[in-house]
């Protein structure tokens, strides 16, 4: 696998040129994105029952957010791991920062944290208390969110390249969350716990995940590719399968772009 990285580092270099740090340059922006958003989806259903679903439904009628929203924000930044810690002493499923953030939101142990109910509700009230400082630009409280209120001007100027990547980022993840944005009336609940996922590769900048996963998926759309900011300067590739057969399906298109899962 080392060597195809090496073979294809020209391929990704050449996709990389056509990213700003939030994603392609020909993309929506993201603001604009977040604003039809609200304007449209937020009554779509998630794609997925997600880990503690019980909680993101009871914080989102709690402070009136969009269970979709909370959702992916909690999949980028721990793809719902309870556990989950940072470098940046950021903890549990919605990444709260201790001790500032937490205790802030009232949260004075740090143990109280890995609890999935109590981080998801501190995690929608601080992004609600966001929203409310931001006039409702959801574009401005994600990047407050990830930076912190003190960096983000309320008239959105100057924005840190990395918050303006991060909204970016939040978004990819609420494509995911809603299934591409179909609607469905199936009522079949998925689980997605049952999906599987493994690693690729990392990088440790997010324009090159974003860029790599590109490079896949023009050669063969088919694959189901992700990206996660693992930690600070740690972001992962990932390949999602269905089930064993999908599994050696996609190993089989890698292979023949010519990357060989070992």
Not at 13 to 33: C, F, M, Q, V
Not at 177 to 194: A, K, Q, T
């Amino acid at each position: 696998m080392r060597s195809w990285l090496a073979a294809f580092a020209c391929a990704v270099t050449l996709t990389i040129a056509s990213y700003s740090i939030a994603g392609p340059k020909t993309a929506i922006d993201p603001e604009l994105a977040w604003k039809q958003y609200l304007r449209s989806d937020t009554d779509i259903k998630p794609s997925y029952r997600f880990p503690h679903a019980q909680c993101f439904r009871s914080a989102s009628l709690a402070h009136n957010l969009p269970e979709t929203l909370l959702l992916a924000v909690a999949r980028g930044e721990s793809d719902f791991d309870a556990m989950a810690r940072s470098k940046a002493n950021a903890h549990g499923v919605m990444q709260i920062q201790w001790p500032g953030t937490a205790r802030h939101l009232g949260i004075f142990r740090l143990t109280e944290l890995y609890d999935p109910c109590t981080n998801i509700e501190a995690g929608a009230r601080y992004l609600n208390e966001l929203l409310q400082q931001y006039g409702g630009n959801v574009h401005l409280a994600l990047a407050a969110y990830n930076y912190g209120p003190g960096r983000i001007a309320k008239d959105g100027m100057d924005i840190p390249s990395g918050a303006e990547w991060y909204s970016g980022y939040i978004l990819r993840h609420l494509d995911y969350v809603l299934g591409n944005r179909v609607r469905s009336n199936s009522g079949v609940e998925h689980l997605y716990s049952d999906l599987g996922r493994t690693t690729l590769v990392s990088f440790a900048e997010p324009y090159r995940a974003a860029a790599f996963v590109t490079s896949l998926e023009e050669q063969s759309p088919a694959l189901q590719l992700d990206w996660f900011r693992h930690d600070v300067g740690s972001f992962t590739v990932v390949l999602r399968y269905a089930d064993k057969d999908d599994f050696h399906k996609s190993a089989a298109l890698l292979a023949n772009v010519g990357f060989r899962l070992e």
